[in-house]
């Protein structure tokens, strides 16, 4: 497996960058830090004013550090090394080092060649404060030596030959280890839930305000291995079509504001209501592009795909559940989550006061849209039963209405509730697959 070291100015990451990789790659790579740095610390070497000692102690340390890579290159596993022999000559050379550059010849025949040399670069004002601000004077390095060394490690990689690869580490986090993890052999895999199997596909219905964003933060907040054994969860990615329709009535804002006519809704009470039917379909077209990729991976990536929306009787959850994708539809399981009208309006009416003081679970529907909406819904139309299957579009789907009253808040009380659904629900979405 390869060797690969990381190098660079200090302060440049290469400690955190390496620290990252092995926790998301465990089984893929082993780390080991900077042999000059670990050797200065069991030692209680200052590395600039004590270089004779330094130098003893590193070369003593050079057999055991090489006995530890060839082991860890048996397993299979990915070497990942901070720094190197020819950074420390680089030094050696800014600082007039003679101890160490005599020494050279003897470190380089006694570490292996490494496949590649990843640098972390920044400039030397950036490394100047990152490491101000790292407040580990013991290891600070003037910018005049930084500069020096900086020659002289050029001039050795000329000679080396090396292979080395550039990373900008003057950017932000995620565009950095992105960089990395694009150069780096690895492959993150996601290791499945220990005890059950999980939904591909969860459709999270109701009326506004009946409890899905609540199911969803109840969820969120669940552990990893709880939401497989008690919920049939795998980590999951939601998709609402709310913040489609709200995108949608904020260019109507846009277009007002221009002196254009509005074209999807009209603003009431800091909210909307929907004056052209036509965004319900459009939602769930939306929903189908945003799907799309996620069906492609899901299965692979261990994801459950959760999809929350709402619809009244006029265009209702029969005509949206025709408008969803085969390829969706055939890997879907429904959860209805059921209150009343009057149970919905309360809720909604009670969450459009808490989001005038600041402190929302998540949106409201102003009191007019739920009426003209919302009043009516088809679900008992479509769905007799408390439980069974749907077939739509002559795709069969597993469902149940959870019934969500009382509202609760008790956590032992929610998860009695939400398994019990839950599992019922998986039960029939097996017998679906079996099929």
Known sequence: MPHIILEGLPAAGKTETMQMLARFYPEQVEVFPEIVKQVAARENIHILSERERLTEAVIAELPYRRAQLENVAQQGKICLEESHMG????????????????????AELSLPRPDLYLRLAIPVDVSMRRQKARKTPQFEVDRPTLKQMLIHLQEWHIAQGSNLRIVNADSSPSTFLAQVEAILPLQYTRKSPPTKETFDTLLLLGRPASGKSEFIDFMNKCPVERLAERYHISPFHVIDDFPILWEKCEEDDLWEHLGRKRLYSKPI????????????????????????????KATSSNETIMIEFSRGKKHGYSKALGCLSPQLLSRAAILYVQVPFSESLRRNIARYNEKKSGGILTHSVPTEEMKRTYRE????????????????????????????????????????????????????????SSV
Not at 87 to 106: E, M, P, Q, T
Not at 410 to 423: C, P, V
Request: proline share 6%.
């Open 269 to 296: 009470d800091g909210n909307y209501y929907v004056t052209d039917d036509g965004l319900w379909p459009f939602l769930i077209g939306k929903i189908n592009e945003q799907a799309r990729p996620l069906l492609s």
């Open 87 to 106: 950074v420390h000559l680089a030094y050696s050379k800014a600082l007039n080092d003679r101890s160490f550059i005599c020494a050279y010849g003897k």
């Open 377 to 432: 819904d088809d679900w008992p139309d479509i769905a007799r039963d408390p439980r069974g299957m749907l077939t739509v579009n002559g795709i069969t789907i597993p469902y149940v209405t959870m019934n969500n009253e009382p509202e609760l808040t008790d956590i032992d009380a929610l998860d009695s509730r939400y398994r019990e659904a839950l599992d019922q629900l998986y039960a029939l979405y097996l017998r679906r």
